[in-house]
């Protein structure tokens, strides 16, 4: 397609200038066929050239003296799994520090409350600090206005942070290994690292910023050997969250939504595991919803986006909401009859979950509970469904999932109500030491 629409006008990717392509029923059951006859194997991913491991770029510039690699080192208790290609992945269980999530923190509290609570339960180190930006993707992908150079240098800037912040507690550099909260963070952030690696110029760019900054070591850009997403712990970990297991899911019907910019952004990252799903789809969340014992049921459009696409929700609010309704929620319901839906990314739980009541409005009244895996685990482990989880904040109504699960939402909730009268009064219980927050300047203490 031209740059340029019949009238002179840029073409935005939304707006008058997509036309219908008046495509009748057959027609378009043709042009979108090829999603499950294709899509639904992992070998479609597989079956070209081995493409390249751009690491062995980050080993050779640091030899050359050029970059610094973070490790990850066995301080961090690393699990060593397989990605896409049947390349090693070193995954950190210890010693993490929390990069969080915008959306999470803002739209979805119980998310990373639940994996707070999961790593005190495993008594697990880690550092969750204040010290730390918005990765700005969300930005980049949904308005264009951000840009390469700024996105690769807020990148380096956390991941100095993540490698400096145990300073402040008196610990060696590289102590704590970053642990990303966010998928579009986690996705954007693996680009980044291969953008950086492949272009000196860039490199050159981010390394005049982060030096006004103060953030080289040794006068070096510092990269990480692996990018990790929370969702790749909870899959190597996941046996020994299992016995601390304190509800029986074993009738829950349970479909997977895997996230656009988990697996498919930089997709030969991604963890498969033969025992999962035959290795045809990502291991995450998939392994853990298994292994605590839950039915993960296929449904056709399990590939799809779930409508939430940055642009689409800012510009073309309606395609978001119908995609969501149509595509996934009403396919799982319809389909696999399912129970809950569990995710893994930020944007994903919150369009699935927050658009729903939009269908009432047209009929389509699908409600399905929609929740991350770590919400889904922590509530099988006797979380708190209020208080830790935090379901109250969905839209989706999730009391009949509890009822199912034999938690008694009614007698929870009123706990959580008492409990907020306590917080009301300035008694207010906490995960964390908030002393450790504050890692640097005069707010620190230790």
Known sequence: MDEKSDHGQHFTGHGAEWRDGELGPDQARAATAWVEAKIDRRAMLVNKERVEDVRDIMWQLEKDGEILVHRVSEQHEPVTVKTLYGWDKRIPTNQLWHHKSCGQCGN??????????????????????????????????????????????????????????????????????????????????????????????????????????????????LLPEEVVHYSEWLHVVRERIKQHQAVDCGAIRATIHPACHVYKMVPEDAIYDDAVLDGNRLAVSTSLVETLGAQVIDYSTWYDCCGFGFRHIISEREFTRSFAIDRKVRVAIEEAQADVMIGHDTGCITTLDKNQWIGKAAGKGYELPVMADCQFAALICGAHPYKIVQLHWHASPFET???????????????????????EAGRVETLYDPKLAITSGPGFAG
């Open 108 to 221: 979805i509290p119980g998310y990373p409350a639940s994996i707070l609570w999961l790593q005190n339960m495993l008594e697990t180190r880690y550092l969750d600090e204040t010290d730390q930006t918005s990765c700005t993707a969300w930005n980049y992908h949904g308005s264009g206005i951000g840009n390469v150079v700024s996105l690769a240098s807020v990148f380096l800037r956390n991941f100095h942070q993540a490698y400096v912040s145990a300073q402040a507690q008196g610990l060696p550099e590289g102590y704590y290994y970053p642990l990303v909260h966010c998928g579009t963070s986690f996705g954007n952030y693996k680009e980044m690292r291969s953008f950086l690696l492949h272009s000196p110029a860039l490199r050159e760019q981010v390394k005049t910023i982060l030096g006004k900054l103060g953030r080289l070591v040794d006068g070096k850009l």
């Open 401 to 423: 999932l509890l009822e199912k699960l034999g938690i008694d939402w009614r007698r929870t909730k009123a706990e959580f109500e008492a409990y907020l009268t306590e917080v």
